[in-house]
């Protein structure tokens, strides 16, 4: 338990915080069985890549909860950052063949996806070629990608680029069945959510992360004011 | 309000730190740049008991006596020689060394701590700010003797210059007399036997009047002589009665300039630290609770997790984000039992 767990507030800790996340994600995806979710935010450094690895975290070790019958319970991380700190980075995978190959057709999809310590997590890189990213992921090639891993994982997370810093996150949340905003508390400025919340299909955000959220005040001191 | 609260509780050793930093520079300051000792004392001015005896048709002047030796005693305050005739007599006669640049600057070091203030119509109070409270207390007492002196030899000189006037105005008309009585004798022996009525009886009647006028002349302005001979010998003596010290020069130290010092600190402190509140709430834009989220929008909080202190990496532990994650830290072992 690394986090306080206050009755009256729905800061919980991680682990039940995360199981609650995926909980909601999936009453509002209406017991699909297959999910696809993106997880961006309105800027750089707002917690995205963390609360998609501890989302697919969780489920992959909760597998026991989401697992059905037909094995399809892994859970599938698809980087899809340029930055060179990605999820792959965090998991501990080195660089190597990842998204852009397999859109480019230089790779299939099992060549792409690798295993991460964790059993029931895969993770697909951003791979050799990020630069040509936000061309790849406008070819049909994407739309398809996306349709398999829909077929093969129970839960798909794009760990997508911040929707004000690049169009990408645009097309790429065009593609997924919801979104997730990660809002960074006490950083990220009400002017930058409205602008995000604006530039993405409405439909597709299923809701907010308040991500680094700490307590102003003393809870003595906020119960008086 | 609560924003306003919020911002100083988040950044409250800041704002102590600001406030304890201004204060401290003004209680250093105020032991720096104030004069802590301040001496005074109070004397009793009255006008010229004499003059006003004497003198039946005063002028009328609307100030008090304290007012008018106020007046006077600043005026001599504000005069290089005045100061330094007080400065002569006490221990910091060093000080001066005849450089009429150095001893101005002396000067006005001390003239800016000197001044008096009107307590009553007869009360006046002359003090002195300084560092140096044996000093001090010689200053006002100089400056008092000094005060004295200058106008006990201010009356002198005028009684003086009254008394030359008068002997001066006594002697003419003495001599217009004795050349009117001159005159009506002359015409008296050349003209023995007038007849009333006459031209020459005329003439004798004014003569005669003149003479009169003369010696009316001669005897007030002898009286006039003599007042001054008079005023002149009291002025001395009158002097303990216009110029009386009520209390003697005295010096204790000043707690109301260290007092201003540190109340402007603290204002300064409190004014700064208001502002810098005010502004960065001001220009703090960024969303911090779920209320301000559903200020904005209409979406739901899925969740909201708490900043977490990042953990010492271990070799079992995976950082799982660094920037704004690597506050979440997933166990692959925990994992992995599942």
């Known amino acids: ?225 | 309000m609560k924003r306003y609260v919020a911002t100083i509780y988040r950044r409250k050793w800041f704002y102590l730190s600001v406030i304890v930093l201004l204060l401290g520079a003004a209680v250093a300051g105020s032991a720096v740049l104030s004069n802590p000792y301040q001496t005074t004392a109070r004397i009793w001015v009255d006008r010229p008991t004499v003059s006003s005896v004497v003198d039946q048709q005063q002028t009328f002047v609307t100030q008090t006596p304290a007012q008018q030796q106020g007046d006077m005693l600043y005026q001599l305050i504000q005069t290089d020689s005045f100061m330094i005739a007080i400065l002569k007599d006490t221990s910091g006669a060093g000080q001066l060394n005849g450089d009429p640049q150095h001893d101005g600057r002396v000067v006005a070091t001390i003239r800016s701590g000197l001044a008096y203030s009107v307590l009553g119509p007869n009360t006046l109070m002359i003090s002195l700010k300084g560092g140096q409270p044996q000093l001090s207390q010689e200053i006002v007492q100089g400056t008092i003797d000094e005060f004295r002196k200058w106008l006990l030899q201010s009356q002198s000189e005028q009684n003086s210059t009254e008394i030359a006037y008068y002997q001066q105005q006594v002697k003419t008309l003495q001599d217009q007399v004795t050349a009117a009585q001159q005159a009506l004798d002359t015409f008296t022996r050349q003209n023995p036997n007038l007849v009333q009525g006459s031209p020459q009886y005329l003439t004798l009647q004014r003569l005669g009047s003149d003479l009169d006028s003369m010696r009316t002349l001669e005897t007030a302005a002898e009286n006039k002589l003599n007042q001054a001979q008079l005023v002149s010998s009291m002025t001395s003596n009158s002097q303990s009665t216009q110029f009386r010290v009520l209390d003697r020069p005295g010096t204790m130290l000043s707690t109301r300039s260290r007092l201003k010092y540190l109340g402007l600190g603290l204002g300064a402190a409190l004014g700064l630290v208001t502002t810098i509140i005010i502004l960065v709430t001001w220009q703090d834009k960024s969303v911090r609770t779920g209320d301000d989220l559903a200020e904005i929008t209409d979406l739901p909080v899925l969740a909201v997790v708490p900043h977490l202190r990042s953990r010492p990496k271990t070799a079992s532990t995976v950082t799982a984000r660094q920037p704004a994650g690597d506050r979440v830290q997933v166990s692959p072992s925990a994992v992995d039992a599942v």
């Not at chain 1, 999910?35 to 989302?55: F, H, I, M, W, Y």
């Not at chain 1, 063949?97 to 792409?112: A, E, H, I, M």
């Not at chain 1, 790429?172 to 919801?178: I, K, M, N, T, Y």
Request: proline fraction near 4%; include cysteine; aromatic fraction near 4%.
């Open chain 1, 1 to 225: 338990m690394w986090g306080k767990t206050r009755a009256s507030s729905p800061v919980i800790a991680p682990d039940g915080l995360v199981r609650d996340l995926y909980t909601r994600l999936f009453l509002h995806a209406g017991g699909a069985t297959s999910l696809v979710l993106g997880v961006t935010s309105a800027l750089d450094q707002e917690g995205k890549t963390t609360t998609a690895l501890n989302l697919a975290s969780v489920l992959a070790s909760d597998r026991g909860v989401v697992d059905s019958t037909d094995g399809k319970g892994d859970v599938l991380v698809v980087d899809c950052h340029r930055s060179p700190i990605t999820a792959s980075h965090y998991l501990g995978v080195a660089p190597g063949p990842g998204l852009t190959d397999y859109l480019k057709r230089s790779r299939t999809l099992d060549d792409v996806i690798c295993p991460t310590d964790r059993h029931y997590l895969k993770l697909m890189r951003a791979g050799d070629d990020p630069h040509n990213l936000s061309v790849l992921i406008r070819t049909e090639a994407m739309w398809n990608m996306i349709r398999t891993c829909r077929e093969r994982f129970r839960l798909t997370i794009l760990d997508l680029p911040s929707v004000l810093t690049t169009s990408d996150t645009q097309v790429l949340a065009g593609l997924v069945d919801r979104v997730v905003l990660v809002v960074r508390s006490g950083v990220t400025p009400a002017r930058a959510i409205t602008d995000a919340l604006t530039r993405v299909d409405r439909s597709k955000f299923v809701g907010i992360v308040l991500n680094d959220h700490r307590r102003d005040l003393p809870a003595w001191l906020d119960s008086r004011l």
